[in-house]
């Protein structure tokens, strides 16, 4: 029920829900959905990069199967809210090359 809820909450309180792992797919709708804040983002962004830090990660990520199979399960709706955001954005995305409203 709060899954659902929070799905609810995400399509009518919020245009756009992006995410740096997509940049250009979350600047490009950002800059179609909301031009007043966001027109010319994607340059922008792209013309100051210097600016910006990159985040690195110096050590080995790799999970053991049975740990990256626990916090999937214990992660379970906060990844299903993530792949609703993510197919959410992606669907707007496609929405915005076909020139129509999603």
Not at 34 to 49: E, G, K, L, V
Not at 80 to 86: G, V
Request: aromatic content about 16%; hydrophobic content about 40%; overall charge negative.
């Amino acid at each position: 029920m709060a899954m659902q809820i929070a799905k609810l909450h995400v399509e009518k309180e919020y245009a756009v829900v992006g995410s740096w792992e997509d940049t250009n797919i979350t600047l490009a709708v950002l800059e179609a959905y909301i031009p007043r804040f966001f027109a010319d983002a994607t340059n922008q962004y792209y013309s100051h990069r210097e600016k910006f830090m990159i985040n690195a990660t110096p050590h080995d990520n790799h999970l053991d199967e049975d740990v990256e199979a626990y916090l999937k399960q214990q992660f379970a709706y906060e990844i299903e809210l993530y792949n609703f955001c993510k197919q959410r954005l992606y669907k707007q995305y496609i929405a915005i090359r076909n020139k129509t409203k999603y």
